[in-house]
């Protein structure tokens, strides 16, 4: 699968973060959301989810996740 975080900050301006504040984003959300929203347990899978990134054995996904920006370390290529 291919996931790929975009733009060029036009839509910062309605309340969506950039791509270097996206996790940060999500980490709030998580924080301030029920326990169980659609099956996704945020409060659990979240933190399963980001140890997955922290120690992803693809160097990209991981050095991504570690630096909280998405956008500019995986631009560089197709690896996952």
């Known amino acids: 699968m291919d996931v790929y975080v975009v733009g060029a900050g036009v839509s910062k301006s309605v309340g969506y973060p950039l791509g270097s504040e996206l996790f940060d984003a999500i980490e709030a959300y998580v924080q301030t959301s029920g326990n169980c929203i659609d099956r996704f347990d945020y409060k659990n899978d979240w933190k ?5 990134l922290d120690t992803h054995p693809n160097p990209m996904v991981a050095e991504a996740y570690r630096a909280k920006d998405i956008e500019r ?3 560089r ?4």
């Open 48 to 52: 399963d989810l980001s140890r997955w």
């Open 73 to 75: 370390r995986l631009r």
């Open 77 to 80: 290529g197709r690896d996952l």
